[in-house]
């Protein structure tokens, strides 16, 4: 299939759900899976070398994700994405919100930071560089929340309701850059809210939340102006090819609804991740505090046993 232009020179038939999935590859993205998933395996083979563990689920998670952007970027649903809204916007949503998500999950740069070799004294390797890279002041920046929510919004209303997304489309490097913009800013704001890997900025449980529930909802407005739109609102879909038997506008609605809908799906597992992290931290902290009374024989609590004594005997 030819990527070029607008895609409107594809004939291709109605969609169905089997004519979307068939292999068919975007070159980068096939590449930069098999990378990912390689590069992620022989880290934990260097760990479980070296007797070291590291959790499968976050394996599953880690490989769940580079799948999930296979699926949209690697079969025909790339090809119906160049030509029709709705599918378009399946690829937008998954690679966005959904593949992100289960990428953190996997905690890559905990496991890099992990299965790299500490570089010798006063050298610097991949190891050592990487830290640099996250403390830097570059990194602080584009993870914080008053850089990143913006910068999440923008990516959908800035891209969709000025000429930027048909320009994007004209060209096969365009579609492609706008892909891994998707991609990038969701891994950029979801990763301080996850908290599984390190980064500069790292918010409490709360603040975590807070930060999610700022972006979600401007998500679902999107969707809505879409849905109630009385017009095709983006160039590159107005006339889909006539082999397709759709109309624009129908599509449009479609592709909000999408839209809308997936603005809660992220909400819910990242919510379900930050309990289960919370929890787990939790039972940590209590673990802790229960080793230190052994200890030193439970000082902290016969120290405010004494203080409420001395309280009660002012008193008296």
């Known amino acids: 299939m030819d990527h070029s232009g607008h895609g409107m020179n594809m004939d291709l038939p109605p969609f169905t759900l089997g004519r979307g999935l068939p292999f068919s590859a975007d070159p980068f993205f096939l590449i930069g899976c098999v990378l990912a998933l390689g590069l992620y395996g022989y880290g934990v083979l260097r760990l479980r070398r070296r007797g ?9 998670f880690f490989v769940i994700g580079v799948l999930t952007i296979a699926l949209v970027m690697c079969t025909r649903l790339n090809d ?15 690679i966005s919100m959904l593949s992100p998500i289960l990428l953190l999950l996997g905690a890559p740069v905990t496991l890099a930071l992990r299965a790299l070799p500490v570089a010798g004294r006063g050298r610097k390797g991949p190891r050592e560089l990487l830290l640099m890279l996250l403390h830097s002041r570059y990194m602080k920046i584009i993870t914080h929340p ?4 913006p910068l999440f919004i923008a990516s959908l209303y800035a891209l969709y309701f000025t000429p930027l997304f048909d320009f994007l489309m004209g060209s096969k490097a365009g579609h492609l850059a706008m892909m891994v913009h998707f991609l990038a800013v969701g891994l950029v704001f979801f990763w301080p809210i996850m908290g599984v890997d390190p980064g500069p900025h790292r918010p409490g449980y709360v603040m975590r939340m807070l930060e ?7 998500h679902a407005f999107f969707g809505i102006a879409l849905m109630m739109a009385t017009s095709p609102m983006v160039e590159t ?13 129908s599509d449009q609605n479609w592709a909000g609804g999408i839209a ?3 603005s809660e799906i992220p909400s819910v597992l990242v919510l379900i991740a930050l309990v289960f992290q919370w929890y787990r931290s939790e039972q940590r902290t209590a673990r802790r505090a ?7 024989g439970d000082q902290e609590l016969k120290a405010y046993n004494a203080y409420l004594a001395s309280l009660q005997a002012r008193g008296q």
Not at 80 to 94: A, I, K, P, T
């Open 212 to 218: 999610l529930f700022a972006g979600m909802p401007f």
């Open 237 to 249: 879909y107005k006339h889909p090819p006539a082999s397709l038997g759709i109309d624009a506008l």
């Open 146 to 149: 008053v850089f990143t929510i």
């Open 80 to 94: 119906y994405g160049m030509v029709m809204f709705s599918v378009h916007m399946v690829q937008h949503m998954v």
């Open 290 to 296: 229960d080793r230190a009374a052994d200890r030193d």
């Open 260 to 262: 809308w809908a997936f």
């Open 52 to 60: 070291d563990s590291w959790p499968v689920g976050r394996t599953v």
